[in-house]
């Protein structure tokens, strides 16, 4: 699939689809790098705003990782660990703070789930690597 300019698909999306299959596929496999910003400029004939959005758009969707001075890495899948909600407790997804990305080791884009249990205590969870349960 190439990229069509003239499609009503805003250009950084098209390119964001054809990387995330590439990384859905298995073709580029977790930890390697995305080809630098200049390369995907030159193989898919964007600019380079284009190729900046479309790596912000897979790293809010949890598949690449931004290291500086290292580059674009596809991330691993990772487990999930269960956390259980009982009668009367609430969650809710909410963007972390600088705090809590650090101390949650967080990529940017990613949520932490916070989880109200009835007798009032609050837990956060990094929300890609958390399953709720019931």
């Known amino acids: 699939m190439a990229i069509d300019p003239r499609s009503d698909r805003p250009v950084y999306r ?8 590439e ?3 298995g073709r580029m496999s977790p930890d390697s790098l995305l080809p ?8 898919y004939r964007v600019g380079r705003e284009a190729v900046r959005q479309a790596v912000a758009v897979l ?4 598949l690449v990782r931004t ?7 596809v991330r691993r899948v990772v487990d999930r660990a269960p956390v259980r909600l009982r009668r009367g407790d609430t969650a809710v997804a909410r963007m972390p703070s600088i705090h809590e990305r650090r101390e949650y080791d967080l990529d940017e884009g990613v949520p932490v789930i ?4 009835a007798a009032g205590e609050v837990e956060i969870h990094a929300g890609d690597r958390t399953e709720i349960t019931s």
């Open 114 to 117: 916070e989880v109200r249990r």
């Open 59 to 62: 790293r809010a969707e949890g």
């Open 23 to 25: 990384i859905s596929s």
């Open 67 to 73: 290291e500086r001075g290292i580059g674009t890495r």
């Open 36 to 43: 630098s910003e200049a390369q995907l400029v030159t193989e």
């Open 14 to 21: 098209q390119l964001a689809d054809l990387l995330h299959d």
